[in-house]
């Protein structure tokens, strides 16, 4: 009997929903045991990386690593899986996108150590201690991933050649993957496995979408009762779905939640945040300064509102990570 193809599953920066989305194939994963060899899942089975690194190089038919490059062993673990894999996939929207980590690019690594370590009102750290990379104790060497810069997306560390999208990606789409792969029938290099939609297209609510809206005022969903079965933007709450890719079926509008845009964008969208922020703020009804500032005070945080996934591929953030990830030791 021919072995079977290998594949391997990895995390790095992020919440772990991705390794459960995995596991949300329910019974679909035995068939997915019963064609592949799962090579290395140390989430879920006691795998250690000298295994990978006994591997001949692209034994691997492919690897989907979910998660953004924050450490130097993510760096690590990302270039090791991309050498010793024919594909590798950049599983969920934090791989895909940078993700919810990259919002920590608003700080700089020393904002962010000094606030952990020694301004949190929760701490007591009088010697203002933080971790080192490497220390001594008890005459044994102790070392530590090192804390980057900048958080990354994959394709920002290693070449990516398909892409899932998702917080986390579907059941559906993570099988579709899986069948591409194992049929030979993946589209060109570089592709989002998901439809090259906006996500209004699939909305259940798409009927009821504004041709025109003006907005007097933006709401915060949990401080609102929102009609189930009208367009959000038309109730002035703000919805990521004009600039998100379709594919996840419209969960969140369906659970009358808008779509905060873990998709990222179709291909025709350069920076999804600027663009339904320019949408937004072209159809804001108040012309007069203190009106509009009235109006867009309803969105107390628009960078997590518009780049909650996507700030490390952004426009806005982009040069600024270039700089400091050219600071950084070689891998």
Not at 93 to 112: T, V
Not at 163 to 168: A, D, F, H, S
Not at 186 to 208: E, F, M, N, Y
Request: glycine letters at 6%.
């Amino acid at each position: 009997m021919p072995a079977k193809p290998k594949v391997a599953f990895y995390w790095c920066a992020s919440c772990g929903g991705c390794e459960e989305a995995v596991v949300d194939l329910a019974e679909d994963i035995l068939g997915v045991v019963e064609v592949l060899d799962i090579a290395f899942w140390p989430v879920a089975m006691d795998f250690k990386k000298a295994d990978v690194k006994a591997l001949p190089d692209q034994a691997l038919v492919a690897t989907l690593l979910n998660g953004a490059i924050r450490t130097s062993e993510q760096e690590e673990m990302a270039h090791l899986l991309r050498r010793k894999s024919q594909y590798l996939i950049a599983y969920g929207a934090c791989a895909h996108l940078g993700g919810i980590p990259s919002l920590a690019n608003q700080f700089s690594r020393e904002q962010l150590l000094r606030y952990v370590y020694e301004e949190t009102p929760t701490i007591a750290n009088e010697a203002k201690t933080r971790p080192l990379p490497s220390s001594q104790s008890n005459g044994n060497r102790v070392t530590l991933p090192e804390f980057r810069e900048v958080v990354r997306a994959l394709d920002q560390v290693v070449e990516v050649d398909y892409y899932v999208p998702g917080c986390p990606p579907t059941p559906k789409l993570t099988k579709a993957a899986v069948v591409a792969l194992l049929e030979g029938k993946l589209p060109p290099k570089g592709s989002v496995l998901a439809p090259d939609i906006a996500l209004c297209d699939q909305c259940p609510r798409k009927a009821t979408k504004p041709v025109d809206v003006s907005f007097t005022e933006f709401k915060r969903p949990h401080l609102t009762a929102l009609d189930p079965e009208k367009c959000l933007l038309a109730q002035g709450v703000v919805c990521m779905g004009p600039a998100t890719r379709g594919g996840c079926e419209a969960v969140c509008p369906a659970a009358n939640m808008p779509c905060t845009g873990c998709f990222g964008p179709t291909s025709r969208v350069r920076d999804q945040g600027a663009k339904i922020l320019s949408s937004l703020c072209a159809n804001v009804a108040a012309k007069d300064e203190a009106g509009i500032v009235k109006v867009l005070d309803g969105i107390p945080d628009p960078v997590g509102t518009f780049y909650r996934y996507g700030l490390a591929k952004s426009l806005l953030r982009r040069k600024a990570d270039v700089a400091a990830a050219e600071k950084m030791p070689a891998s």
